[in-house]
C-alpha cells in the first residue's frame, strides 16, 4: 500500500463488505483527504493563513490530494520509491505551502509542518493500543490492501478527530507561553470534536465484542450496522468541519470588533486632545493677559508695607501655572488625555485627583491597552473615593526603562459600598480588564487595603 495509509492484522473481519485499498478511488482517497485534513487543522493552529480559512483549506486539500494521486496511480508509483522518502515529499510540499500561504516566522512554519507527521503516527499507535486493550485481538501495523468496513470506517474518524487534541494541546501551551497567537477562550469548542474519539473506540470496540452469529444475523435482517457507522462518522466530520469554520467566522468579527472599538477610542481621544490643548492655550492667554496686573499689584503692596498681600498674590498666580503644567505632565499623549479626562470625571465626583508621573523612559504600550488600563483603574480609585470623607483619589505612574507602573490610593469606602462593588458587573469587567492587560504584558496586578488606605498596583514589563 503507498502513501500514507497503514491498515492492521488481527482485526475480526465481521463486516460483510472488505475496503479495497487497492484502488485509489474512493477509499483510499479519503483516507488521504482525512490525513490532509488533520494536518491542515494542526497546520493553522500554529500559523495564521494569509487568505480566509476556506480558500486556505481547498487549497492545501486539492494540492495535497493530488500529490497523492500521481503517487499512487501514476507513473510517479512505478518508480518503486521508498514510502518512507514519498511521506517526507508529503511534508516538504507542506512546508512549502506554510512558506507561501501562511504568516509568522520561519521556525514556526518549519514546526508546523513537522508536528502533524508526529501527530499522525502517534495517534494511529494510540489507536491501537486503546483497540487492543478493549478487545481480545492483538493489532499491529502491517502493509495491508484490504480491510473491514468497520476497522477503516473508526481508523478514519479516529484520526480525523484525534487532530483536534492536539490543537487543544498546542493552545493550552501557547496559553502559558504566548508563543502564538490566538483567543484561548476558543479553545473550549475543541472538546465537542475530541469527544467523538471516545464515540469511535466505543463503536469499534462494540462491532468486535459482538458475536459472529448475531453480527451476521443482524445484518441478514437487513439491520444496516455499516451503514449507520458510515452515516455516523461522515456526519462527525462534518459538524467538526463546520466548527473550524464557525470558529474562524466569530474570532474574526471579534477581531473587527476590536479594531472598530480602537478606532472609535482614537477618535475620542484625538477630539479629547484637541480640547485638552485648546484649554491650555485658553489659561495661558488668560494668564498672559493679567500677568503684567499680577506683577504691578505685587509690587504695589510690597511698596506700602504689605508684603504678605503681595505674596498672596504670586502664591496664587503660582497655583494657576502649575494648574496649566497639569494638561501635559508626561510625553505621551495617550496618557495626558485619559488624565485630562480622569480629571474631568473626579471633578464631577467631586474628588480630588492628585496625580504624579515619574517618567524618565519612552514607553512602547499600545495605545488600546494603555488607555483601557489607566480608564479602568482611575475609575475604580474615583469611584471607590467619591464614597468617603475625605474624597481624595491619588495615582501615580511610573515609567522607567523596563516597567510601567500604575498605582492608586484611597481611602476604603463603607462597607455597604463594597457590597455594591461586588455585585456590580462593570466592576468585575474592570478588574477582568486590568487584569487581562497585565498577563499581555507579563505583569501583575494586585490590591491591598492597610491602615484605611486601599491601594491598588498594576506593573507591566515593558
Not at 483497540?131 to 470506517?153: G, I, K, S, W
Not at 491597552?369 to 489607566?374: A, E, H, P, T
Given at each position: 500500500?503507498?502513501?500514507?495509509?497503514?491498515?492492521?492484522?488481527?482485526?475480526?473481519e465481521k463486516s460483510m463488505y472488505q475496503v479495497d485499498l487497492t484502488q485509489f478511488f474512493p477509499f483510499t482517497m479519503i483516507t488521504h483527504i482525512v490525513r490532509a485534513l488533520f494536518t491542515y487543522i494542526i497546520l493553522r493552529t500554529i500559523v495564521k493563513e494569509k487568505k480566509n480559512t476556506f480558500l486556505s483549506g481547498m487549497l492545501f486539500l486539492a494540492i495535497t490530494v493530488f500529490y497523492s494521486y500521481i503517487s499512487v496511480t501514476s507513473a510517479f508509483s512505478k518508480l518503486h520509491i521508498?514510502?518512507?522518502?514519498?511521506?517526507?515529499?508529503?511534508?516538504?510540499?507542506?512546508?512549502?505551502?506554510?512558506?507561501?500561504?501562511?504568516?509568522?516566522?520561519?521556525?514556526?512554519?518549519?514546526?508546523?509542518?513537522?508536528?502533524?507527521?508526529?501527530?499522525?503516527?502517534?495517534?494511529?499507535?494510540?489507536?491501537?493500543?486503546?483497540?487492543?486493550?478493549?478487545?481480545?485481538?492483538?493489532?499491529?501495523?502491517?502493509?495491508?490492501?484490504?480491510?473491514?468496513?468497520?476497522?477503516?470506517?473508526?481508523?478514519?474518524?479516529?484520526?480525523?478527530?484525534?487532530?483536534?487534541?492536539?490543537?487543544?494541546?498546542?493552545?493550552?501551551?501557547?496559553?502559558?507561553?504566548?508563543?502564538?497567537?490566538?483567543?484561548?477562550?476558543?479553545?473550549?469548542?475543541?472538546?465537542?470534536?475530541?469527544?467523538?474519539?471516545?464515540?469511535?473506540?466505543?463503536?469499534?470496540?462494540?462491532?468486535?465484542?459482538?458475536?459472529?452469529?448475531?453480527?451476521?444475523?443482524?445484518?441478514?435482517?437487513?439491520?444496516?450496522?455499516?451503514?449507520?457507522?458510515?452515516?455516523?462518522?461522515?456526519?462527525?466530520?462534518?459538524?467538526?468541519?463546520?466548527?473550524?469554520?464557525?470558529?474562524?467566522?466569530?474570532?474574526?468579527?471579534?477581531?473587527?470588533?476590536?479594531?472598530?472599538?480602537?478606532?472609535?477610542l482614537k477618535a475620542k481621544l484625538d477630539y479629547e486632545q484637541i480640547m485638552m490643548y485648546n484649554s491650555e492655550k485658553q489659561e495661558f492667554r488668560k494668564l498672559k493677559h493679567d500677568y503684567a496686573n499680577i506683577i504691578t499689584t505685587a509690587k504695589g503692596f510690597i511698596e506700602i508695607g504689605k508684603p504678605e498681600k503681595s505674596a498672596e498674590i504670586l502664591s496664587k498666580a503660582s497655583y494657576d501655572i502649575s494648574g496649566i503644567s497639569q494638561y501635559s505632565p508626561c510625553s505621551n499623549d495617550?496618557?495626558?488625555?485619559?488624565?485630562?479626562?480622569?480629571?474631568?470625571?473626579?471633578?464631577?465626583?467631586?474628588?480630588?485627583?492628585?496625580?504624579?508621573?515619574?517618567?524618565?523612559?519612552?514607553?512602547?504600550?499600545?495605545?488600546?491597552?494603555?488607555?483601557?488600563?489607566?480608564?479602568?483603574?482611575?475609575?475604580?480609585?474615583?469611584?471607590?473615593?467619591?464614597?468617603?470623607?475625605?474624597?481624595?483619589?491619588?495615582?501615580?505612574?511610573?515609567?522607567?526603562?523596563?516597567?510601567?507602573?500604575?498605582?492608586?490610593?484611597?481611602?476604603?469606602?463603607?462597607?455597604?459600598?463594597?457590597?455594591?462593588?461586588?455585585?456590580?458587573?462593570?466592576?468585575?469587567?474592570?478588574?477582568?480588564?486590568?487584569?487581562?492587560?497585565?498577563?499581555?504584558?507579563?505583569?501583575?496586578?494586585?490590591?491591598?487595603?492597610?491602615?484605611?488606605?486601599?491601594?491598588?498596583?498594576?506593573?507591566?514589563?515593558?
Amino acid at each position: 500500500m503507498q502513501l500514507l495509509n497503514y491498515g492492521f492484522s488481527g482485526f475480526k473481519e465481521k463486516s460483510m463488505y472488505q475496503v479495497d485499498l487497492t484502488q485509489f478511488f474512493p477509499f483510499t482517497m479519503i483516507t488521504h483527504i482525512v490525513r490532509a485534513l488533520f494536518t491542515y487543522i494542526i497546520l493553522r493552529t500554529i500559523v495564521k493563513e494569509k487568505k480566509n480559512t476556506f480558500l486556505s483549506g481547498m487549497l492545501f486539500l486539492a494540492i495535497t490530494v493530488f500529490y497523492s494521486y500521481i503517487s499512487v496511480t501514476s507513473a510517479f508509483s512505478k518508480l518503486h520509491i521508498s514510502e518512507f522518502l514519498l511521506m517526507a515529499l508529503y511534508y516538504v510540499i507542506v512546508f512549502v505551502f506554510s512558506i507561501f500561504m501562511t504568516e509568522g516566522k520561519l521556525f514556526n512554519k518549519l514546526f508546523a509542518s513537522i508536528l502533524p507527521l508526529i501527530a499522525w503516527e502517534l495517534s494511529a499507535t494510540v489507536f491501537v493500543t486503546i483497540l487492543t486493550a478493549l478487545t481480545d485481538n492483538t493489532l499491529q501495523f502491517a502493509t495491508t490492501f484490504t480491510m473491514p468496513l468497520e476497522l477503516y470506517l473508526t481508523y478514519n474518524g479516529f484520526m480525523f478527530c484525534s487532530s483536534f487534541v492536539f490543537v487543544f494541546i498546542i493552545k493550552l501551551i501557547g496559553k502559558k507561553t504566548n508563543g502564538f497567537n490566538y483567543n484561548f477562550k476558543y479553545t473550549l469548542y475543541f472538546i465537542y470534536p475530541i469527544t467523538h474519539l471516545f464515540c469511535f473506540m466505543f463503536i469499534a470496540s462494540l462491532l468486535q465484542n459482538i458475536p459472529d452469529s448475531v453480527y451476521r444475523a443482524m445484518d441478514k435482517k437487513g439491520i444496516p450496522l455499516d451503514a449507520s457507522l458510515l452515516t455516523f462518522t461522515a456526519l462527525c466530520m462534518i459538524a467538526d468541519i463546520v466548527l473550524i469554520f464557525i470558529i474562524d467566522k466569530n474570532q474574526k468579527r471579534e477581531e473587527k470588533n476590536i479594531e472598530s472599538e480602537k478606532s472609535l477610542l482614537k477618535a475620542k481621544l484625538d477630539y479629547e486632545q484637541i480640547m485638552m490643548y485648546n484649554s491650555e492655550k485658553q489659561e495661558f492667554r488668560k494668564l498672559k493677559h493679567d500677568y503684567a496686573n499680577i506683577i504691578t499689584t505685587a509690587k504695589g503692596f510690597i511698596e506700602i508695607g504689605k508684603p504678605e498681600k503681595s505674596a498672596e498674590i504670586l502664591s496664587k498666580a503660582s497655583y494657576d501655572i502649575s494648574g496649566i503644567s497639569q494638561y501635559s505632565p508626561c510625553s505621551n499623549d495617550t496618557i495626558n488625555t485619559v488624565l485630562y479626562l480622569k480629571r474631568k470625571q473626579a471633578l464631577n465626583s467631586g474628588v480630588s485627583l492628585d496625580i504624579d508621573v515619574d517618567e524618565t523612559f519612552a514607553l512602547k504600550i499600545d495605545d488600546y491597552d494603555l488607555c483601557r488600563l489607566l480608564g479602568n483603574i482611575i475609575d475604580n480609585s474615583i469611584s471607590a473615593a467619591a464614597e468617603t470623607n475625605a474624597k481624595k483619589s491619588r495615582v501615580l505612574i511610573e515609567i522607567d526603562k523596563e516597567h510601567f507602573a500604575v498605582i492608586t490610593k484611597n481611602e476604603i469606602p463603607n462597607e455597604e459600598y463594597g457590597k455594591k462593588r461586588r455585585k456590580s458587573k462593570e466592576h468585575g469587567n474592570g478588574i477582568g480588564i486590568i487584569s487581562e492587560i497585565a498577563k499581555k504584558y507579563n505583569g501583575t496586578y494586585d490590591a491591598t487595603a492597610e491602615n484605611g488606605i486601599y491601594t491598588a498596583k498594576v506593573v507591566l514589563t515593558k
